[in-house]
């Protein structure tokens, strides 16, 4: 039995399981909830035991040490990732969307425009337009039942729409793409030609798959304008509710007036918690996570197969990086009410809705999928039952509402 195949049912207030959420954007709490990018895994034991060594000793004086934790980032990221990094070229931030807000009103002023990749994490629409920023879409392509970056819009949009910066999520959430070196570059050569700064969030850099490669913007050619969000261990080691984010910024004039200005707003005062959690998961985690990443590889490759026999009608874009699934199903012919409701109050799953992430994507949905096996397929075997089952009687697409997501 793998560690990763425990359920816990210790009571918690967890935003995944909590009744006001669910209610807001279900309807209803008596769902599964898969739909916020957690795990439901305890973390790794080395990471434990930094925190209760903290915990236990009583006393919470002042105590820093960045340079512990940017060492420690910069020597994972070598050995794992073969990317060198400077660790004074690092800043330190409370979050990964704190440290893209700070960015995006250093490149830029109100009323320029940001572009992201659609469909792209809900956050970085809010982040944008509070900054007083527009939003400029550059919509992935579907090719071949694959994902792929549309150059050509770039192109057009970076010389005609003034656009100072871009996010870029690398690797991409929802679509689960790990973008290889030669779309890097062939992206940070457009964005030097038209001046704009590539922002790339790399949060989910350590959960790429065997047939992938992950590349930071950082390791590509010609990269001195651009800034790798190298992220936090959040995502990676499970630690969402106790990291800092980091920014990795090689342009030492622009780093410079980044650290000035988190430093006069008070942005980088981390924990000691936070920092010793990251340096025992950046040290001592790696085992942990190679056994995390086959378990997750094995519960993917058992949803696609379970997909393809069970379910032709649902078409899952199979991850090359991140814990998420990502699923549509327009092919059921259903309206996008009717498909909601099948889900939720027949199949009783919490998705992630994929209007979240670009507007026009209702009939997607996202699935996190890092739980334990049993579980993942207890929801595709409840998913197979409602479909099967058809729409109930209790519906009625006239009296339907659409309920409101505020978180």
Known sequence: MSQFDSIHSVKNNFAKNNPTYLKGMFGTTEVMPLW???????????????????????IYAYEFNTGDVFKAISDWNFKRHQLVLNPKSFVQVSGVLTGIGVLIRELSKKGDSIMVQTPVYHQFFKVIESAGRKVVRNKLKVIDGRYEMDFEDIERKF??????????????NPVGRVWSKEELQKLVNLANEYNVTIISDEIHSDIVYLASKFNSIASINNNENHIAVIGSPAKTFGMQSISNGYLYISNDNFKKQVKTTVESLYLDHGNILSA??????????EKWLDDLLVYLETTMNWIENYVQKELPEVVMYKPEGTYQV????????????ALKHVIVNQAKLALTPGDWFEGSHTQFMRMNIASPLSKIKQAFNQLKQALSDGIDCSFNEEESTENCCSC
């Open 276 to 285: 010793n959690a990251t340096i025992a998961a950046y040290t001592k985690g």
């Open 326 to 337: 990502w699923l549509d199903f327009s092919r059921l012919k259903l309206s996008d009410k």
């Open 36 to 58: 916020i990018a957690d795990m439901d895994f305890e973390i790794a034991k080395p990471i434990q035991e930094a925190l209760q060594k903290l915990v236990t000793r009583n």
């Open 159 to 172: 010389k005609t729409l003034n656009i100072k910066s871009m996010i870029l999520c690398n690797p991409h």
